[in-house]
């Protein structure tokens, strides 16, 4: 997980007593995620992981060099008819002590039971939204993130619809827009329509998003260059309990185009869409090829199954994604690829043997492939036998092989060997 950006705790915990102090008869929960852990393996470096760089491409069981904490606080309550929840989610996420590793994840209101439309969910603020995942890569194939508002649970045509407007209001880095980066100001509005009539035992999903770049660049000669426009679509498939095997199977058919990104949220405003390492500064020389770049497409396609038979069960994947770059002068692809899978067997209800393993493969235009495999295996001690029955508590040993492209390109893998272990404990929860 990335770091959010910094803030402060003391204004984190001064939100969160506002908000859980509440109605007279507000009814408090919480729900969250961490997983911490430390090793040591290659180079005897604790946070040496290994994985390429893109979507997909991580396999995390032993192989996750922080620490992430979310702990979402939420305050229910009714006032009349209305019924309002109030959610502050502060979050830290990295491998320091540093106090810029905290932020603000969430803080969201929502409410329901208006009288012109009392199934209908309203909500405005900063929140995850739109989620889908991928587990043992910790991959979102959906993830509308961000700060804005919307409505939800609209039903009509057999199904619900939701509505939900992004704003991003700042570009990255404080830069207006940064060059280097390619982030910039710019709305977005998403569209989702869901339904179980599809087929038995079947949910359907589909989901659209449109932005709109405010950002306006002035090259070189003076000439001024507009930040392209994007849009998205994803296909999302969900078969309960396929071949009654005690799980299911997601498959995510997914399109993009410009500024907006595969998982439904932003990309970038200029150059191409960041996802093979080779970003573009805007031309110096005059060339405004950078007003055509809304034509760069990237498309995915995904499927994860995962089952539970008795004490066994996991998840498989198989992921390939493909990305354009239209510099006029020298445009390429990038595809990446997967496939893999975690599996788990309890001898008791509380201890498994957890094993995961995976090839990645990353191909950058006319460059040589980069390959690479991971393997762990897992001695657990958990509260169920289930595949995601958590807490764990795990000892790791992990083992990974790489090619000399994979350790040239970009990837944070040491270049003098092409092989490298780690072994090491790590907690997992989730409620």
């Not at 994840?105 to 329901?112: N, R, V, Y």
């Not at 426009?229 to 296909?235: D, E, R, V």
Request: proline residues 3%; charged residues 20%.
């Amino acid at each position: 997980m990335k770091s959010l950006p910094p803030v402060s705790l003391r204004a984190c915990a001064i939100a969160s007593a506002l908000l859980l102090s509440g109605a007279a008869h507000a009814q408090f929960s919480t729900d969250g995620y961490f997983r911490a852990g430390t090793g040591a393996g290659t180079k005897d470096n604790s946070v040496q992981c290994f994985a390429l760089s893109g979507d997909g491409l991580k396999y995390r069981l032993g192989n996750e060099c922080d620490t992430y904490v979310e702990v979402n606080l939420k305050n229910t309550f009714k006032v009349g008819d209305l019924q309002f929840s109030g959610n502050i989610m502060p979050v830290w996420a990295g491998s320091g002590t540093s106090a810029s590793d905290a932020g603000l994840g969430q803080a969201f209101l929502e409410g329901s039971g208006f009288d012109f439309a009392p199934k209908v969910n309203f909500w405005a603020g900063k929140r995850y939204y739109g989620r889908s995942e991928i587990h043992i890569t910790d991959t979102k194939y959906t993830q509308l993130d961000g700060t804005g508002a919307g409505a939800d649970n609209i039903e009509a045509l057999g199904g619900k619809f939701g509505v939900a407007y992004f704003r991003r209001d700042t570009a990255k880095n404080g830069a207006t827009p940064p060059a280097d980066t390619g982030w910039g100001t710019a709305s977005r509005v998403n569209l989702e329509y869901s339904t179980n009539n599809v087929n038995p035992g079947g949910w359907l999903r589909i989901l659209a998003g449109f932005v709109h770049s405010e950002e306006t660049y002035v090259d070189g000669t003076g000439n001024t260059i507009d930040g392209r426009k994007g849009a998205s679509l994803t296909i999302q498939h969900y078969q309960h309990n396929l071949f009654e095997l005690g799980g299911g199977n997601t498959i995510w058919l997914q399109y993009a185009q410009g500024s907006s990104g595969l998982n439904g949220g932003f990309a970038k405003a200029f150059n191409n869409p960041g996802t093979d390492g080779n970003d573009w500064v805007p031309d110096q020389t005059g060339n405004n090829w950078l007003e055509d770049h809304s034509t760069a497409k990237n498309y995915r396609i995904a499927d994860t199954f995962t089952w539970q038979v008795g004490a066994f069960g996991g998840q498989v994947l198989a992921h390939l994604q493909e990305s354009d770059n239209v510099h006029p002068t020298s445009p390429f692809k990038t595809r990446g690829t997967t496939v893999g899978g975690r599996v788990a067997y309890a001898f008791t209800t509380n201890f498994k043997l957890v094993g995961e393993a995976g090839v990645s493969t990353k191909k950058v235009g006319d460059n040589d492939t980069q390959r690479l495999t991971k393997f762990t295996i897992a001695p657990t001690l958990a509260t169920g036998t289930g595949f995601s029955d958590r807490p764990e508590l795990r000892l790791f040993y992990t083992r990974a092989n790489w090619n000399d492209a994979a350790a040239a390109g970009g990837n944070g893998l040491p270049t003098d060997k092409t092989s490298g272990n780690r072994y090491g404990v790590q907690a997992e929860i989730w409620w």
